[in-house]
């Protein structure tokens, strides 16, 4: 499975983005697709995922009320909408996808989230 992501910029605190990520290749592999980010100094850390067929959501507390995953199975898209944005959001986002075993396997190349105070 390959995963480009895309969506990112420089927002204002409170603003919104979308991120996008296109999954192409093995996609009916694909069980779970996930959202994770890297901010500057830190590690990697997981934001939120989507079960690619019957929609389960999780989100790490940090994000609930404030993002939002969503997937378009046509499209092998999943999206994470993010509203209310903090400059504490400010980082590396990546999508991941995982079969229904073993860890995220399949990684995107990143995409920069910029949150100014």
């Known amino acids: 499975v390959q995963l480009q992501a895309s969506g990112g910029g420089l927002v204002q605190a409170g603003g919104s983005l979308r991120l996008s990520c296109a999954a192409s290749g093995r996609t009916f592999s694909i069980y779970v697709m996930g959202w994770f980010r890297q901010a500057p100094g830190k590690e990697r850390e997981f934001v939120a995922s989507?079960?690619?067929?019957?929609?389960?959501?999780y989100y790490v507390d940090a994000v609930k009320g404030r993002f939002t995953i969503s997937r378009d199975n046509a499209k092998n898209t999943v999206y994470l909408q993010m509203n209310s944005l903090r400059p504490e959001d400010t980082a590396v986002y990546y999508c991941a996808s995982r079969r229904n075993v073993g860890s995220y396997s399949s990684w995107g190349q990143g995409t920069q989230v910029t949150v100014s105070s």
């Open positions: 989507i079960n690619w067929n019957v929609g389960d959501t």
